[in-house]
């Protein structure tokens, strides 16, 4: 993998504990900082496509557990049955 290089400023305190983790883990305290660049751009990615595309029909109001998983299963059996429309 290709890497760039990049400067930032951080907070002494963090970069103490950085040092003491990398130390203790036996890796380089780059990879820590890697591994938070790379959580921090994950958790900020958008998602071109929501998490859930598919909605199904209930009862208008807040299923129980297996309420839920029952409809889920169902709706997964029509759509596996050549022909049915639902």
């Not at 299923?63 to 029509?78: H, N, T």
Request: positive net charge; glycine residues 6%.
């Amino acid at each position: 993998m290709s890497m760039k290089r990049t400067n930032v400023y951080a907070d002494p305190e963090d970069l103490a504990i950085i040092k003491e983790a990398a130390r203790r883990r036996g890796i380089s305290e780059a990879e820590i900082i890697r591994q938070g660049i790379h959580l921090a751009a994950m958790a900020n990615r958008v998602w071109d496509e929501p998490l859930f595309s598919r909605t199904f029909t209930g009862p208008g109001r807040t299923l129980a557990k297996d309420e839920a998983r029952d409809a889920v299963a169902d709706a997964v059996r029509r759509e596996s049955v050549p022909g049915s429309t639902g």
